[in-house]
């Protein structure tokens, strides 16, 4: 069946240090990629999505490329703050079985100043 | 503000006692899910639904039933909790199943002893 699989965290690191979570997924066709983010004590919030093979999605300085040739959507960010740490989960969306998404794990980051 | 709305955020109860966790968008959604978080496991669809009186199980629907007589609310009944269901849950909309950004509640937080 369809799947994601993240990077295993916690992460940690320093303001300003440059963030990659590795994400790879398993699933018939062409699904839609996603990064959902939870900050504390809240529910997931869509951070950015792509929808066909090498879109780029970006939002608030985080950008992830679909990548089919290697099933990956890594989440970046070149400079990463304080107020980025949350948990972090990739999802896909299959083209069959579309009602649901599919999470990874998550992934927690912790940045400290 | 458009948002979706859990209810209790929290709550504690004891094996076997019949609970209710609301759930209310005001985005006139047509479809809703469910889904539970535990950790290392990133979220599972319980039940999700695609207009009113129109449901049908995800992945993991075993000890929990739901039901959409009104567009804006959907309700997840758990019968006769078990500490099994011990988990975070989260209810979700969006304008459409395969279209739409899904939105998020903020979580209930339920402990079954």
């Known amino acids: 069946g369809d799947s994601v699989t993240q990077m295993e965290g916690p992460v940690t690191l320093s303001e300003e240090a440059f963030l990659t979570i590795n994400c790879t997924y398993t699933?018939?066709?062409?699904?839609?990629l996603f990064w959902y983010v939870q900050y504390p004590g809240e529910g997931l919030q869509l951070l950015l999505k792509?929808?066909?093979?090498?879109d780029k999605g970006s939002n608030k300085g985080f950008e992830a490329t679909y990548r089919k040739e290697t099933t990956s959507f890594h989440l970046e960010k070149g400079s990463v703050q304080v107020s980025d740490s949350a948990v972090y989960f990739c999802?896909?969306?299959?083209?069959?079985?579309?009602?649901?998404?599919?999470f990874g794990q998550g992934t927690r980051l912790t940045i400290n100043p | 503000e458009a948002q979706v709305t859990q209810n209790p955020r929290y709550l504690i109860t004891v094996t076997g006692k019949k609970l209710t966790v609301t759930c209310s968008q005001n985005?006139?959604?047509?479809?809703m899910s469910w889904y539970r978080q535990d950790p290392g496991l990133g979220l599972r669809q319980i039940y999700y639904?695609?207009?009113?009186?129109?449901?049908d199980k995800g992945d993991v629907p075993e000890g929990y039933k739901v039901s959409r007589k009104e567009k804006r609310n959907f309700p997840l009944i758990l019968e006769s909790p078990s500490p099994n269901q011990t988990s975070l849950y989260f209810c979700?909309?969006?304008?459409?199943?395969?279209?739409?950004?899904?939105?998020f509640g903020e979580g209930s937080r339920l402990t079954v002893l």
């Open positions: 979700a909309s969006s304008s459409g199943a395969t279209t739409g950004e899904l939105f």
């Open positions: 699933a018939t066709g062409y699904p839609s």
């Open positions: 792509a929808t066909k093979a090498d």
């Open positions: 999802a896909l969306r299959a083209i069959q079985g579309a009602q649901k998404l599919v």
């Open positions: 985005m006139n959604h047509e479809y």
């Open positions: 639904s695609m207009n009113v009186e129109v449901t």
